[in-house]
T-cell receptor, first 116, second 116 residues
């Protein structure tokens, strides 16, 4: 068990809908990262928050947004969902900003999103 | 831009035989390299990392990786494969020099299948 908690584990919804994925980092970790894993694109970095502030953006669509709350949990909001958004969404956490070379990321078990 | 490549989608090995999962990297400065493993329905788990120092890095579950600067490679190895090693393996590089503030950039993954 990595200590990173993601809910829900599975989510089935329809095109055009909006969903929220939740992540609780390991105790003491200040950084939260979101990744999307799909068969064709592999593991794609979406966004990184550190202590409530957005740190870096990757291949995140404008229909997607995220935030990190004062208690350090994070939510990823996906709106106007399309079939192609079906994927496994991972959250990871780390203790620092991520700039330390040897800093490890700890991953949650993911949320499997199916858009029908 | 920093990147890693895993040239094999799948590697098949007989139990007890040595295994190698290949990874090559492209970075503009010193590479900080990682291997993660993903078991079915689980998040990614850290195996090992290379930051500096000895080119042979030892990690979890009997795995090791060899850093080769001249060949820009970081291959994952294990002397004797187990059926329980069957999983998806990801090579990653820390994006220290790019725009994502230390995020990990992952390869597409290699599926390792160990047969009894």
């Amino acid at each position: 068990d990595s200590g990173v908690t993601q809910t829900p584990k599975h989510l089935i919804t329809a095109t055009g809908q909006r969903v929220t994925l939740r992540c609780s980092p390991r105790s003491g970790d200040l950084s939260v990262y979101w990744y999307q894993q799909s068969l064709d694109q592999g593991l794609q970095f979406l966004i990184h928050y550190y202590n409530g502030e957005e740190r870096a953006k990757g291949n995140i669509l404008e229909r997607f947004s995220a935030q990190q709350f004062p208690d350090l949990h994070s939510e990823l909001n996906l709106s106007s969902l399309e079939l192609g958004d079906s994927a496994l969404y991972f959250c990871a956490s780390s203790v620092g900003t991520g700039e330390a070379a040897n800093e490890k990321l700890f991953f949650g078990s993911g949320t499997q999103l199916s858009v029908l | 831009a920093q990147s890693v490549a895993q040239p094999e989608d799948q590697v098949n090995v007989a139990e007890g035989n040595p295994l190698t999962v290949k990874c090559t990297y492209s970075v503009s400065g010193n590479p900080y390299l990682f291997w993660y493993v993903q078991y079915p329905n689980r998040g990614l788990q850290f195996l090992l990392k290379y930051i500096t120092g000895d080119n042979l890095v030892k990690g979890s579950y009997g795995f090791e990786a060899e850093f080769n600067k001249s060949q820009t490679s970081f291959h994952l190895k294990k002397p004797s494969a187990l059926v329980s090693d069957s999983a998806l393996y990801f090579c990653a590089v820390r994006d220290i020099y790019g725009g994502s503030q230390g995020n990990l950039i992952f390869g597409k993954g290699t599926k390792l299948s160990v047969k009894p």
